[in-house]
């Protein structure tokens, strides 16, 4: 089969990313992903919902709250007509982005004419990064070339730092930088076109009186960008992963509670319903790498993403690159020498959050978005995916 | 009639009064911490704020955070209603006796007319403050002195007035005693009462001493610590400890209270000190005082140059030779023969100290018994003055002194009391009791029934009574235990107590306690292992290592089964066996007590399995426990995913050689039972387990089943803590053999590589341990470590 016509997005919403255990600690993941798929659909007002082909969703630890197959439950959970299926995906920090190429793919090949990609996680209901019962098989142990499978993020960006040269200080001036930048777009409300504010809404118990009290508050903005920190406050941040290490939770992303939902139509549809599209989905790449240097995934996707696009790495305007690191992103930028001001404009993981599977999906939003708003006409969203990957994705504005 | 405190209230949340509360509140005694109202709508916040102070605070005041939960925050403006639930009252609030008085009169309708009011002033007159109490309240009333840090300083003085009633202060020793674990003497009411009456008089009049002697800060530390049987903090570091703002506070009380005192010259503060104090050097909280940290590097202020240098330990080869005698007679008398200046400077701060508490005696304590106790308690001094100067020798330091006295070398010109130099006396503790200067007679011991709890209680130098190595009835009696009984409490329940050094555990303590277990059987209801601490360090590694020198590994692998057999029976003896621990249990220690039906804790007991520290793993059937009862709590609650989660603080427990800070610690860490009793006074454990394992044996004890059919987490287990490893391992935290060990460790835990699930028995568990444990001990590594140990008393890492 062959590409027979263009997919279209047509909205992209996202929640507030909340700190893990922060504002939606008491929020599930299928409320949430609920949430975005309603607004999402809100944005195309008059199309007719039970035209949508399929809802993927990236989730990275599709277990417990957001186990069972979590796609099918939020689109059930949002009021979509129970015609509308589900299909949860994972490719660990990369699936919301996936979900898009996914859904964008259904459409290009004439499968579907609209979809919804989507992505959710909440970090705050997993006991352990690494899902809530940890096992891997004794295999990854009994063979020295298989022991990285067992690396810690944290210790596969040391790693990074140490062959990319990278030091304590880049990084943490990186971090210093990614937190002003967050918090200058908040105070500039750069967000509010993404942002579908949350009511949040929870039962605790009223002592005094003895009875269950609803209290209701509007989730509005991120919740980890921090206008205080400074390159004194982190340098006071010890190691965690290496004893002699620089990577510290001040210069590592932070673990979110969040989702998001991108809606793309073929052209047939933006004609029939007089829909406007915010961007055209150009290509889309993963590759492998080493595992004990995953950081670096984005250098091997990234080309392969262009070439795919047919434009180079000077026709890109803004470049969301997920921060799981400073270390890993730094070596990204040096690697392959991305112009540091088009990256992550308006901030990153270290500031904004990266709840892991939602990640993809809230980044197209701020992607599509940023370039509506700054006129750009290429961009890309990438990431470093866990285990030796990396992915990119190419946009165009429209 | 029964008398308990149902709920209790600390007025004033500062340092004293929180920690106060914090220790109630391990002692499971809900407790309202009061003090002034914050802003409308934060009432509490100064309670909170000292609640979270609280979290920071090192040693920590609470066994366990969630402890911190049950003290409810109050404020005097909302809350003195709730006064009325309460039946002790301490308060705890600035050292104003305006303050003071105006709280009472405003706590005073809100209290519970049975309601014990206690202040825990350091430095005001009781009775002065029983003057401002409503009539109805002084019977009720009394000082109550606790020690900084309260939860592990064992001295609390009780302070009556003339009012208080007497069957209300015996009521509240007891509970402090028995309850809090607190050691209680009842003080009289004068300036700073009597630990810091002659413990900051000792401070000053070795300051005083110093300059004399000119002897800088870091030498008087390093000659008034350990090697005085005082505690590290000595002199100087005390001042810093408590904060040199505080320790000048308690001197100008002392100064402004004690105008007749004939060493009232010396209640005053070296000049240097009062410029630190005046820079805003105040010692710890300040982060520098008299010492500071500069670096890794620790810095002492040295008066002759007016600025810090490196802190040395200059104490010269004779003086420490002399402080290493083990007669005291000998070593008292060779200090003040000797012509070095430290051993004069040392035979002169003794000589003020005896000097001083000789005259004050009369006017300070009941008796030199309760004297001793206090500086034993409240300063953590091995030996009070008084027991150090009998033991060294009534008369001759009698004499000694006078002499000085005449010669003009003292402190005070003031001569020795008559009673000290009457021909007949040869001390001042004696069979018939210990001496008070104030009756002109010796006093016995309190005979209030918590006592009788104390079958064996702190004895000082030169004070008759029972001694627990030669009390009762020996049934036998090896190199490495006795085996007795104490007819008089319970004849059915058998003693043992180690001998070994450290109480380790060697050939002498197994053979000898599978000896005491047999006959227990045969002849008794239950058997109890006791002695003071620690409970056991560990077992004998000298022996171990004698073996793998000759490299007899039959015999290694057969001591180590004959272990495994020891704990065993430990496990399933037919008459219930309880361990009383105290102190450290390490290693094989723990082991010990793991197998035991129930164990009886001090609150103060370091638990841990901390074989990792030698390269070794615990073989005595302690990794065989953890898996039973992870295991177990994981059936318990119904999720299979459980078992690991329960397993894994375990294994890291282990894995980092962990030791539990205290029992509550060590029954969260799987090392003890949440159904054995922890007891807050040490010298009460030996009545506890007498009781505890009478009461097993006379409702029926019987021993359960060895365990068959325990699932184990098998490979898939190992896996999941070798990914821990692999990460520490390349995070460079661990070496290559600590890799090894921990992984060790995992495969004991995890029942071996068989199949997540596998239902096992101990047989197997325990062929686990003693196999990798063996493979361990082969290595040049473990061999290291333990010689290292040995050699040196320290931890090798390699």
Not at chain 2, 114 to 119: G, M, N, V
Not at chain 2, 128 to 146: K, M, Q, V, Y
Not at chain 2, 281 to 295: I, M, N, P
Request: net charge neutral; with cysteine; hydrophobic share 45%.
């Amino acid at each position: 089969m062959k590409q027979i016509q263009d997919a279209y997005i047509v909205a992209a919403v996202r929640t507030p990313v909340a700190k893990r255990k922060g504002l939606f600690k008491n929020v599930r993941p299928d409320e949430l992903l609920a949430h975005v798929l309603r607004e999402v659909v809100a944005k195309a007002p008059g199309l007719d919902p039970t035209l949508i082909g399929d809802v993927i969703v990236g989730c990275a630890m599709p277990e417990a709250e957001q186990g069972m197959n979590v796609a099918r439950i939020g689109v059930l959970l949002s009021g979509l007509p129970n015609c509308v299926p589900g299909i949860t995906i994972n490719r660990f920090c990369s699936s919301g982005l996936q979900a898009v190429s996914d859904a964008a793919n259904q459409i290009r090949l004439g499968q579907a004419e609209v979809m919804i990609a989507a992505g959710t996680e909440s970090m705050t209901v997993m006991n352990h990064m690494m899902g809530n019962k940890v096992t891997v098989s004794p295999d990854v142990f009994a063979h020295d070339e298989n022991r990285a499978i067992a690396f810690g993020m944290g210790l596969t960006a040391e790693k990074v730092a140490t062959q990319w040269q990278i030091g304590r200080e880049a990084q943490d001036t990186f971090a210093v930088e990614s937190h002003r930048r967050a918090c200058a777009a908040i105070a500039a409300g750069q967000f509010s076109a993404e942002i579908a504010p949350y009511e949040i809404v929870e039962h605790l118990p009223d002592g005094h009186s003895g009875a269950v009290r609803e209290v209701r508050r509007w989730a509005n903005d991120d919740e980890g960008a921090r206008g205080d920190v400074t390159l004194e406050s982190l340098a006071k941040l010890r190691p965690v992963f290496h004893a002699k290490g620089s990577v510290t939770a001040g210069n590592a992303s932070q673990m979110s509670d969040g989702a998001a939902a991108v809606l793309l139509v073929s052209e047939k549809i933006l004609k029939q319903f007089n829909l406007v599209p915010l961007a055209r989905f150009c290509s889309f790449a993963v590759a492998g790498v080493p595992p004990e240097i995953m950081g670096i995934g984005p250098i091997a996707a990234i080309p392969k993403a262009l070439q795919q696009a047919g434009i180079g790495q000077q026709d890109l305007d803004w470049i969301e690159l997920n921060e799981a690191f400073a270390a890993q992103a730094l070596a990204v930028l040096k690697d392959i020498t991305l112009d540091p001001a088009k990256v992550n404009p308006q901030g990153g993981a270290i500031a904004l959050g990266h709840p892991l599977g939602a990640t993809g999906a809230i980044r197209t939003a701020t992607l599509v978005h940023g370039l509506q708003r700054t006129g750009g006409k290429y961009g890309m969203v990438s990431m470093c995916i866990g285990t030796g990957m990396g992915a990119a994705g190419v946009f165009e504005r429209l | 009639m029964n008398f308990t405190i149902r709920k209790a209230a600390v007025l004033g949340a500062g340092v004293m009064g929180a920690q106060i509360a914090a220790h109630l509140a391990n002692a499971d005694v809900p407790v309202l911490l009061f003090d002034l109202a914050g802003p409308q709508g934060d009432g509490n916040r100064v309670v909170n704020k000292a609640l979270a102070g609280l979290k920071k605070l090192q040693p920590a005041p609470v066994v366990k955070r969630d402890r911190l939960q049950y003290i409810d925050a109050a404020n005097y403006d909302e809350h003195l209603e709730q006064l009325r639930d309460c039946d002790l009252i301490i308060e705890a609030i600035a050292e104003r006796m305006d303050w003071k008085n105006a709280l009472y009169t405003k706590i005073g309708p809100f209290l519970s007319s049975t309601a014990i009011i206690a202040s825990n002033t350091s430095g005001l007159s009781i009775a002065a403050l029983a003057d401002g109490l409503p009539e109805a309240l002084r019977g009720n009333f009394c000082g109550i002195h606790f020690f900084n840090p309260p939860r592990t300083m064992p001295l609390v003085e009780i302070v009556p007035t003339p009012s208080s009633d007497a069957a209300m202060l015996d009521r509240l020793e007891t509970w402090l005693t028995t309850r809090l674990g607190k050691g209680v003497i009842r003080a009289l009411d004068t300036p700073n009462f009597v630990a810091n009456r002659i413990g900051v008089f000792s401070l000053l009049a070795t300051m005083r001493h110093a300059e004399t002697f000119g002897l800088a800060p870091d030498t008087v530390d390093a000659l008034t610590g350990p090697k005085i049987g005082r505690p590290k903090s000595a002199t100087y570091r005390t001042g810093d400890v408590v904060g040199l703002d505080t320790l000048a506070h308690v001197v100008t009380t002392l100064h402004a209270s004690l105008p007749n005192d004939p060493w009232h010259v010396l209640f005053s503060l070296p000049g240097w000190l009062r410029g630190l104090i005046e820079r805003g050097a105040l010692g710890q909280k300040s982060r520098g005082g008299v010492f500071r940290k500069q670096g890794k590097a620790i810095q002492v202020f040295d008066p002759t140059s007016g600025d810090y240098r490196d802190s040395r330990n200059e104490v010269a080869l004779e003086v420490t030779a002399i402080l290493g005698m083990h007669d005291p007679v000998g070593r008292l008398w060779a200090l003040r023969t000797s012509s070095h200046p430290q051993a004069q400077f040392l035979w002169a701060i003794f000589r003020d100290l005896f000097h001083y508490c000789a005259v004050q005696l009369g006017e300070v304590a009941e008796s030199a018994r309760d004297l001793d106790l206090a500086l034993r308690w409240g300063f953590g001094w091995a030996q009070g003055p008084f027991e150090l100067w009998q033991a060294a020798g009534w008369h001759e330091t009698a004499e000694a002194i006078a002499a000085d006295i005449a010669e003009g070398r003292t402190l005070s010109s003031t001569p020795l009391p008559g009673w000290v130099t009457a021909p007949e006396r040869s001390g001042v503790h004696a069979a018939q009791g210990s001496w008070s200067a104030r009756q002109n007679t010796h006093v016995p011991r309190s005979k209030l029934p918590v006592y009788r709890r104390q079958i064996f209680p702190e004895l000082l130098l030169g004070e008759i009574g029972a001694r627990p190595e030669s009390a009762g009835e020996t049934l036998f009696e090896n190199e490495g235990l006795r085996f007795w009984r104490l007819p008089a409490v319970d004849r059915g329940i058998g003693i043992v107590s180690f001998k070994t050094k450290m109480h380790a555990l060697g050939g002498s303590v197994i053979e000898g306690m599978q000896a005491a277990l047999a006959q227990a059987e045969a002849e008794l209801d239950g058997l109890v292992i006791w002695h003071d601490a620690p409970f056991a360090v560990g077992a004998d590694l000298k022996e171990l290592m004698t073996a793998v020198d000759d490299r007899e590994w039959a015999k290694i692998a057969a001591y180590i089964e004959r272990f495994q057999q020891t704990t065993m029976a430990i496990k399933y003896a037919q008459v219930p066996v309880v361990a009383a621990v105290q102190g450290l249990a390490l290693g094989g220690g723990c082991e010990f007590a793991m197998h035991a039906a129930r164990r009886v804790m001090a609150l103060e007991s370091q638990l841990g399995l901390v074989e990792v520290g030698v390269g070794l793993i615990p073989a005595g059937g302690g990794c065989k426990e953890l898996a039973l009862r992870c295991a177990r709590w994981a059936a318990e609650s119904g999720t299979a995913t459980e078992q690991l989660a329960r397993l894994t603080p375990a294994f890291m427990a282990v894995a980092t050689g962990k030791m539990a800070k205290n029992a509550v610690e060590a029954i969260d860490l799987g090392f003890a039972e949440r159904s054995d009793p922890i007891r807050f006074h040490p010298r009460e454990l030996l009545f506890a387990a007498l009781k505890q394992a009478r009461a097993l044996a006379d409702i029926g004890y019987a021993p359960a089943q060895p365990v068959r059919g325990v699932p184990v987490l098998g490979r898939a287990g190992i896996a999941a803590m070798e990914m821990t490893l692999v990460n520490m391992r390349e995070g460079g935290m661990i070496s290559a053999h600590d890799y090894r060990v921990s992984r060790a460790v995992a495969e004991a835990l995890c029942g071996g590589e068989v199949e997540a699930g596998t239902l096992v028995d101990e047989h197997w568990l325990l062929a686990v341990e003693r196999r990798v444990f063996l493979e361990l001990l082969q290595t040049p590594e473990t061999q290291a470590r333990i010689r290292h140990l040995l050699d040196t008393g320290k931890a090798l890492r390699n």
